[in-house]
């Protein structure tokens, strides 16, 4: 069987052109031509050096998983750790699902003629085929990920949770926020941000209504024997968001939370209470913040 390397660079070209465009649209990124189709000629050369080449390292893992991470850096050019592997991850993924429907779209057309070399597979079914394998593939991939991006409902974002400090339980409807990693710094304990009016049952009022003044270390409006009995109890919360960079909260130790769902229950008994002295919502759908831990 005669394989042309001009024709089989072109194919690699454009479908790995295909799944970094895909990967992009899904991690939504702003994308440069030049930087994909400097990723993709990447892939379409190691393509064919792998194909010509009879060395058992062109097929090697981690040569492999260093080329996906060249071709993830060039083409999307991540500026953290996290970006990269976000994207190492999603580019994965799109290739598997790429991979899958267009050989099985090709395997159907024309399944006598696919040659199999250094582990590699080629077909020599037409170009016409590869291309309309590539763009029905990439139909597939995105509207999965839509697909599975609109079964997370909002309901999936609300729980209900009980909260006992100093002996008193206080019971809210709590958002699960999945950017939410807050943690005391000294206990490493995860934090639950809770609207303050609802802690006026376990927590002194003179406390809680003067959160900003006692973050500026000024007590000189909370009477002494609170003082004395508090000043040990509350932690102080760094934490950082958007339009705050450099925020401080008030937490204090609950004894536990409990968060109940539609499938289950979980206590946590390792767990801090950051006070928030404002409202998390103008019409209060919920009234305390909970990590994605948690649940």
Known sequence: ?????????????????????????????????IRMILGSLIGAIYTIIAYVSNLRIYSNFILKFILSIIIVYISFNPQTQKQL????????????VFGGAAFAIIYVVRPQEILRNNQLIFGTTSMKVI?????LAFIVIILAFKIVKNKISKKDMFCDIEVKINEEIIKTKAMIDTGNFLKEPITNKPVVV??????????????LNNIEQILGGDFS??????????????????FSSLGKQNGMLIGINAKYIKIKSEENENI???????IYNKSLTKRGEYRALIGIELV
């Open 221 to 238: 409006n909370v009477p002494e024997e609170i003082r004395e009995e508090y000043i040990s109890k509350l932690k102080f919360i760094p």
């Open 268 to 274: 946590n008994e390792n767990v801090i209470v950051g």
């Open 194 to 207: 809770i609207e303050h009016t609802l802690l006026y049952d376990c927590i002194p009022k003179q406390i």
């Open 131 to 135: 291309l309309f394998s590539a763009i």
């Open 1 to 33: 069987m005669t394989v042309y390397i001009d024709v089989v660079l072109i194919e690699n070209l454009i479908m790995n052109y295909i799944i970094i465009f895909a990967t992009g649209i899904i991690l939504k990124i702003k994308m440069k031509q």
């Open 85 to 96: 592997w976000k994207s190492l991850l999603i580019f994965y993924l799109t290739s598997l």
